[in-house]
């Protein structure tokens, strides 16, 4: 007897398009990973375009603290930019998607379109990875199929601090 067990990303959290842009290249998703009840970060994660199923997976963090990884997927390493003086999306030649697949966490709470209680506002570092750490279990809960696949912390500026903790 053969049992068998279909993994698949969440559906509902998928994206098309983005206003003023062609379909994406890889399937990419846009949601939120529960960290408590109150506290909710937002993600992007969009999948390799070379081979999914065994290319690594890199979290990107912007830093600040207070930037919105959305300025990493944006403006430097995600499938479309915007940049500096234009206002329409545009191919990146040099996606981090080419290789790899990677999801942008907007962490900490507040920041971004993460969301949380006036009380989830009040943070520190420590509390900041570990809040990471609780969303990205929720993020392999929604794509278990990744469990396998090497795991690469990443980040700018303040992620210098968040990404060495989370790693620890």
């Known amino acids: 007897m053969v049992a068998a067990v279909a993994m698949a990303a969440p559906e509902a959290e998928l994206m098309g398009t983005l206003p003023g842009t062609t379909a994406f290249d890889s399937d990419t998703y846009s949601g ?12 992007v994660f969009a999948k390799s375009l070379s081979n999914p199923e065994t290319d690594p997976v890199v979290v990107w963090f912007n830093g600040g603290p207070g930037c919105s990884s959305m300025l990493g997927l944006m403006q430097e390493n995600g499938p479309r930019v915007i940049d500096d003086n234009e206002d329409y999306l545009k191919e990146n030649p040099e996606a981090w998607i080419k290789k790899a697949n990677v999801m942008w966490l907007d962490s900490p709470a507040g920041v971004g379109w993460s969301v949380g209680s006036k009380a989830d506002e009040n943070t520190n570092d420590m509390l900041t990875s570990q809040d990471a750490l609780v969303a990205m279990q929720a993020w392999y809960d929604k794509f278990p199929e990744f469990l396998a696949n090497d795991l690469y912390l990443s980040g700018e500026s303040y992620a210098g601090i968040y990404v060495p903790y989370l790693a620890w």
Not at 32 to 43: A, E, S
């Open 32 to 43: 939120y990973l529960d960290v408590t009840d109150t506290k909710k970060l937002h993600y």
